[in-house]
């Protein structure tokens, strides 16, 4: 059994900064892309940050140069840290991972999702 979660969601004001955790528990052998995503009321969801296992990272162009995304391989948890953040940037945030359990299977796994909202 494999569980992520979330944590660091909150209401805060434009401009301010938030700082996301997800963590990885269970039956893991290895973990290789892990990502955050968010959907805003309406709207799909959509891929905000992504961080290999190697360290590499991608962003959403809404978001470069605002958010940075990390992970500590030591505790299988991945961070987003949220600069200037916008109203815009209101919405569930969610951490995927993709997993490799200790009896070899592989697949890829969601959070329960944190509220972010930030007010203008």
């Known amino acids: 059994q494999v569980q992520l979660v979330e944590s660091g969601g909150d209401l805060v004001q434009a401009g301010g900064s938030l700082r996301l955790s997800c963590a990885a528990a269970?039956?893991?052998?290895?973990?290789?892309?892990m990502g955050w995503y968010r959907q805003a009321p309406g709207k799909q969801r959509e891929a905000v940050a992504l961080?290999?296992?190697?360290?590499?990272?991608n962003y959403a162009e809404s978001v470069k140069g605002r958010f940075t995304i990390s992970r500590d391989n030591r505790k299988n948890t991945a961070y987003l840290q949220m600069n200037s953040l916008k109203p815009e940037d209101t919405a569930v945030y969610y951490c995927?991972?993709?997993?490799?359990?200790?009896?070899?299977?592989?697949?890829?796994?969601w959070g329960q999702g944190t509220q972010v909202t930030v007010s203008s």
């Open positions: 269970g039956s893991i052998a290895s973990i290789n892309d």
């Open positions: 995927s991972a993709r997993i490799r359990t200790v009896k070899g299977i592989t697949g890829d796994y």
């Open positions: 961080v290999s296992n190697a360290g590499r990272t």
